[in-house]
C-alpha cells in the first residue's frame, strides 16, 4: 500500500487566491512526522512546513498551513494569496520512527498559477 | 551558511559503465540521505547514512552503493549502469537523527544511453 498519496495530479488557481493540495498518509505508528515540499522546474526540493503527529496545533509557515485530521489521516497543505512563483510540483512526504530520516514521498501535485 | 551542495550536476554515461556521485551536507549536519527521482517511479529513498554509517536502505539493487565521510560528505556509487538508472539524484541532509528538516541539494542529472 501507498504510505503517501496525493489524488490530484494538477492543480489550477489563480493568482492570489487560495487553494489546497490534499495528502493521505497510511502508517500504523503513533510518532511520525509529515512535512511538504515545493519543487520548481529547476530541480531542487524547497521544504515548505512539518507537522508532528503528537502536534496538536496546524502548522503554519507565512502563506502555508497544514490542515492535519488525524483521525483521518489527511494533511492537506493550503496555500493562501497565491504568486505565479508558486507554480511548481508539491509533494507531501511522511518520516516513520523508529530511527532515521527515510522519507516516504507522494507523486506529487502540479500547481500552476494563473494571472 | 551554504546548502547541500552536489557534484557534478549532470553526467551522461553509456551502459554498464559506473558512476560516482558526491553530495557535501550543510555545515554541521550528520545525516545525508539519497533519492532517486523519475517520472515513472517519483522519489524513491535510496539509503541513509549517519555519522559515517548506513542506518536506512531502500528497496534498490546492490549496483546501489554508498558512503559517508568523517566530514560527513557522502558519495554514492551506482556500478553496471543500466538505461533505468537515468534519473535525479538528490541528496538531503539533516543535524540529527530525526530531524524536523531535510535540505535537499540541487540534484544531479544522470543520463545513461
Known amino acids: 500500500a501507498q504510505k503517501i498519496t496525493q489524488t490530484q495530479p494538477g492543480m489550477f488557481v489563480q493568482e492570489k487566491e487560495a487553494v489546497t493540495l490534499d495528502c493521505t498518509y497510511d502508517?500504523?505508528?503513533?510518532?511520525?512526522?509529515l512535512f511538504w515540499y515545493k519543487q520548481p522546474s529547476s530541480g531542487e526540493m524547497i521544504f515548505l512546513i512539518y507537522?508532528?503527529?503528537?502536534?496538536?496545533q496546524n502548522a503554519t509557515e507565512g502563506r502555508y498551513s497544514l490542515n492535519f485530521q488525524k483521525a483521518r489521516k489527511s494533511a492537506n497543505l493550503v496555500i493562501s494569496a497565491s504568486q505565479l512563483g508558486d507554480s511548481a510540483m508539491y509533494f507531501c512526504?511522511?518520516?516513520?520512527?523508529?530511527?532515521?530520516?527515510?522519507?516516504?514521498f507522494g507523486t506529487g501535485t502540479s500547481l500552476t498559477v494563473i494571472p | 551558511k551554504a546548502g547541500v551542495t552536489q557534484t557534478p550536476r549532470y553526467l551522461i554515461k553509456t551502459r554498464g559503465q559506473q558512476v560516482t556521485l558526491s553530495c557535501s551536507p550543510i555545515?554541521?549536519?550528520?545525516?545525508v540521505s539519497w533519492y532517486q527521482q523519475t517520472p515513472g517511479q517519483g522519489l524513491q529513498f535510496l539509503f541513509e547514512?549517519?555519522?559515517?554509517?548506513?542506518?536506512n536502505k531502500g528497496n534498490f539493487p546492490g549496483r546501489f552503493s554508498g558512503r559517508q565521510f568523517s566530514n560527513s560528505r557522502s558519495e554514492m556509487n551506482v556500478s553496471t549502469l543500466e538505461l533505468g538508472d537515468s534519473a535525479l539524484y538528490l541528496c538531503?541532509?539533516?543535524?540529527?537523527?530525526?530531524?524536523?528538516?531535510?535540505?535537499f541539494g540541487p540534484g544531479t542529472r544522470l543520463t545513461v544511453l
Open positions: 507537522q508532528g503527529s503528537y502536534d496538536e
Open positions: 538531503a541532509s539533516s543535524s540529527h537523527g530525526q530531524s524536523n528538516e531535510q535540505f
Open positions: 512526504a511522511m518520516r516513520e520512527p523508529p530511527t532515521g530520516n527515510q522519507f516516504y
Open positions: 502508517t500504523s505508528d503513533q510518532s511520525y512526522g
Open positions: 555545515s554541521g549536519h550528520r545525516s
Open positions: 547514512y549517519f555519522s559515517e554509517t548506513q542506518r
